[in-house]
Structures are given as C-alpha cells and as structure tokens.
T-cell receptor, first 110, second 109 residues
Framework: RKEVEQDPGPFNVPEGATVAFNCTYS??????FFWYRQDCRKEPKLLMS???SGNEDGRFTAQLNRASQYISLLIRDSKLSDSATYLC???????????FGGGTRLMVKP | ETGVTQTPRHLVMGMTNKKSLKCEQH?????MYWYKQSAKKPLELMFV???????ENNSVPSRFSPECPNSSHLFLHLHTLQPEDSALYLC????????FGPGTRLTVL
C-alpha cells in the first residue's frame, strides 16, 4: 500500500469550475500535512499547509480528517494558471521526513 | 525568486564518470535534503542533513555520496551510476515547510 495515495488524474475542467482533490495517508503518526504545486519541468512549491480545523487561502480550501486519514484540496473558480500537478505531502513528528504522494494533474481549459 | 540554487541544471554522464551536484541555500535553514524524482513516480527522499550532520539515509546505493560542509551547502557526489539513475535530483531546505531548488536533470548513458 502506498504511504500517500492520490488519484493521478488528469482532471480536465473548464475555467471557472470548482474542482476537488483527495488524498489518503497510511501513517497514523503523521503530524503535519501540506499541498505542494509542481508545474511541468519545475520544482515543487508549497501551496498551503493543512490544519485540523481546515484552512482557506483565497480560492483554495484545504481540509484534514485525522480519523479517516484523509486530506482534501478544493479549488474554486479555476484559472488557466491553476494547471499543474498538486502533490499531497505528510510529515513525521520531527518535521524532516516528508512523504509525497504521486500527485494529481489538473488541466484547466478555456 | 528561489532561495535554493542548484548546479548544474542539466548533466549527461557515462556510467564510468564521476560528477558532483551542488546545492546552496540562502534561507538560513539548518536542514537540507536530497530528493530523486523519476518519471511517473513520487518524489523520493534520499538524504537528510541537520546542522551539517546526516540524520537520514533512505537506503540509497553507495554510488550516491552526499557531503554537507556547512549549513548552506550540500553536495551529491556521483560515481559509476546506472541508466536507471537518470532522474531529476532536487535539493531542498527547511523544516516541515521545505523550499526546493530547481533541480538537476541527470541523464546516465
């Protein structure tokens, strides 16, 4: 079983659509959770941290369900520039060991 | 834009060559990392350094040899690599929230 599992996609959506990605993780001791974004042939960049209470940053909302070991990312009003691969990441309690999911590819069409 | 730089950006080497990848961070972080990203596979953590000391070796073959002379610099020495080692090698720094360099795209012939 993969430690961090994501649907690879691609998710093809029109501009303005709302799209949601899900992620499950296997290590119940995981302490910190993140969504990273990776553009084609570029390095991953932190999009947002994910908190137990849920958090929002503009059009992006992240949620964590520790009991189900499930993380989600919701993107509202999709833009062409949102096209990228979204990586679900979990961290151990020391904060050094990041485990990455395989990523979900999003393609926003005009 | 990024506080983490990597050189070279591209590298082609034969299986008998020896080369080194360099990473430098200007963010004042005490932890640095090497990752490998192969096509269609998740990012794989290779090595972790905290305060210049190696704290994690994720079962990486000995043909990859890291070096961390100070908290700002990290090297990955390569020798007798295999074609399956061709990948994007990413350096990162930070704690929990990690900042990545642009990577070195390595091709082993």
């Amino acid at each position: 079983r993969k430690e961090v599992e994501q649907d690879p996609g691609p998710f093809n959506v029109p501009e303005g659509a709302t799209v949601a990605f899900n992620c499950t993780y296997s290590n119940s001791a995981s302490q910190s959770f993140f969504w990273y974004r990776q553009d084609c042939r570029k390095e991953p960049k932190l999009l947002m941290s994910v908190y137990s209470s849920g958090n929002e940053d503009g059009r992006f909302t992240a949620q964590l369900n520790r009991a189900s070991q499930y993380i989600s990312l919701l993107i509202r009003d999709s833009k062409l520039s949102d096209s990228a691969t979204y990586l679900c990441v979990v961290s151990d309690d020391a904060g050094n060991m990041l485990t990455f999911g395989g990523g979900t590819r999003l393609m926003v069409k005009p | 834009e990024t506080g983490v730089t990597q050189t070279p950006r591209h590298l082609v080497m034969g299986m008998t060559n020896k080369k080194s990848l360099k990473c430098e961070q200007h963010l004042g972080h005490n932890a640095m990392y090497w990752y490998k990203q192969s096509a269609k596979k998740p990012l794989e953590l290779m090595f972790v350094y905290n305060f210049k000391e190696q704290t994690e070796n994720n079962s990486v073959p000995s043909r990859f040899s890291p070096e961390c002379p100070n908290s700002s610099h990290l090297f990955l020495h390569l020798h007798t690599l295999q074609p399956e080692d061709s990948a994007l090698y990413l350096c990162a720094s930070g704690h929990n929230e990690q900042f990545f360099g642009p990577g070195t795209r390595l091709t082993v012939l």
